[in-house]
């Protein structure tokens, strides 16, 4: 089976997208799960997500619940595990 076979009929997906927010500019706009990163750690307080404000430039961290954990993950972000030392 050819690879142009095995895809035939398949329709195009849009990428997921995500609202956020720029505690600096105040910019309101959406990321693809590209422009996102996702850091879980040991616990809730070391759980983040980041990214560039598109407006302000502004590197930006905001805590992840379990909730947007689930989200983000499910929508494609790329993860890191934090391990932590002891």
Do not use: Q, W
Request: hydrophobic residues 40%; positive net charge.
């Amino acid at each position: 089976m050819s690879v142009a076979a095995a895809f035939a009929g398949m329709r195009s997906v849009s990428p997921m997208v995500f609202r956020a927010g720029c505690p600096d500019c105040r910019g309101r706009f959406e990321l693809t799960a590209g422009a996102l990163r996702l850091a879980i750690g040991a616990t809730s307080k070391s759980t983040f997500y980041s990214f560039t404000c598109p407006d302000c430039g502004v590197s930006v961290r905001k805590p992840a619940g379990e909730r947007i954990v689930e989200l983000l993950t499910g929508g494609g972000v790329r993860t890191l595990r934090l391990h932590s030392t002891l």
